[in-house]
């Protein structure tokens, strides 16, 4: 004899659906990226709290920063809901809104690290210190997200791409030639016409570190260059690495 009592049907019916919504726990990729999500849209909102304490920033970049630190939290909190729900989880709309956010603090962060903008460095002091901890840790979290979405998307594990080519010798040339640019890009030489920087010795300290980025950068690509190739003695690499050790131990020192 079959039951017919409307509340039990209604009962087994929301089991069903239930049963049927992805649970964001579920051990996958998807269950190691929700705690990232709940990480960014804190981050985010932290990083947004911060920039409204300096409220009497008025310039075009503060204002842009804010915009930055207000569509992360908002996109940071939306995603996270929605990925609870289970709505897109581990779907290509999840990766457009992980690039979008991704995006935004790609081109924020350079505005908001700048010390010419005094938001969160200036050019002698860490201006706000949550802000500048909260801001890059948004970014790499981001990062990591995208990076788990490609895998399990894609099947393109960027790290287990990357590990062969980081632990190579060719690898570490890259990398000191990335490191050189950064150094090189971070510098301004006409910064040093600011009364903060014409005070010695930051700006020699900043004409010393804009060579060494300079000389680094075509050194450390020349090697790479000819390492890929071949086309290099071992001897003359030798030559090009203490070259740069010496120009980088003046740099730290």
Same mark, same amino acid.
């Given at each position: 004899?079959?039951?017919?009592?409307?509340?039990?049907?209604?009962?087994?019916?929301?089991?069903?659906?239930? +049963?049927?919504?992805?649970?964001? /726990?579920?051990?996958?990729?998807?269950?190691?990226?929700?705690?990232?999500?709940?990480?960014?849209? &804190?981050?985010?909102?932290?990083?947004?709290?911060? &920039?409204?304490?300096?409220?009497?920033?008025?310039?075009?970049?503060?204002?842009?920063?804010?915009?930055?630190?207000?569509?992360?939290?908002?996109?940071?909190?939306?995603?996270? /809901?929605?990925?609870?729900?289970?709505?897109?989880?581990?779907?290509?709309?999840?990766?457009?809104?992980?690039?979008?956010?991704?995006?935004?603090? +790609?081109?924020?962060?350079?505005?908001?690290?700048?010390?010419?903008?005094?938001?969160?460095?200036?050019?002698?002091?860490?201006?706000?210190?949550?802000?500048?901890?909260?801001?890059?840790?948004?970014?790499?979290?981001?990062? !990591?997200?995208?990076?788990?979405?490609?895998?399990?998307?894609?099947? /393109?594990?960027?790290?287990?791409?990357?590990?062969?080519?980081?632990?190579?010798?060719?690898?570490? !040339? /890259?990398?000191?030639?990335?490191?050189? &640019?950064?150094?090189? +890009?971070?510098?301004?030489?006409?910064?040093?016409?600011?009364?903060?920087?014409?005070?010695?010795?930051?700006?020699?300290?900043?004409?010393?570190?804009?060579?060494?980025?300079?000389?680094?950068? !075509?050194?450390?690509?020349?090697?790479?260059?000819?390492?890929?190739?071949?086309?290099?003695?071992?001897?003359?690499?030798?030559?090009?690495?203490?070259?740069?050790?010496?120009?980088?131990?003046?740099?730290?020192?």
């Amino acid at each position: 004899m079959m039951n017919n009592d409307p509340a039990e049907e209604r009962r087994n019916r929301e089991e069903e659906e239930g +049963s049927s919504t992805p649970n964001p /726990y579920d051990g996958s990729q998807g269950a190691i990226r929700f705690p990232a999500w709940v990480a960014l849209a &804190m981050l985010s909102a932290l990083s947004l709290i911060s &920039m409204m304490s300096r409220r009497h920033l008025s310039a075009p970049a503060y204002k842009w920063a804010i915009t930055v630190g207000t569509l992360s939290t908002v996109f940071g909190v939306l995603s996270l /809901y929605i990925f609870y729900r289970g709505i897109y989880m581990t779907q290509p709309p999840e990766l457009a809104a992980a690039g979008l956010i991704l995006a935004l603090w +790609s081109a924020g962060l350079p505005v908001i690290m700048n010390p010419s903008n005094g938001i969160a460095v200036s050019f002698t002091q860490v201006e706000n210190a949550n802000l500048y901890f909260a801001s890059w840790s948004a970014f790499f979290c981001i990062l !990591w997200i995208c990076g788990s979405l490609a895998k399990e998307l894609y099947g /393109y594990d960027i790290l287990a791409t990357a590990k062969p080519m980081a632990q190579s010798k060719q690898g570490h !040339w /890259y990398a000191l030639v990335a490191a050189s &640019m950064v150094v090189m +890009s971070a510098f301004r030489a006409d910064e040093c016409t600011t009364d903060v920087m014409a005070r010695a010795p930051i700006c020699k300290q900043t004409k010393f570190a804009i060579s060494a980025g300079v000389i680094g950068t !075509w050194v450390a690509a020349l090697i790479t260059f000819y390492t890929a190739n071949g086309r290099i003695p071992l001897e003359q690499e030798f030559l090009g690495a203490i070259v740069m050790l010496v120009i980088w131990c003046f740099g730290m020192g």
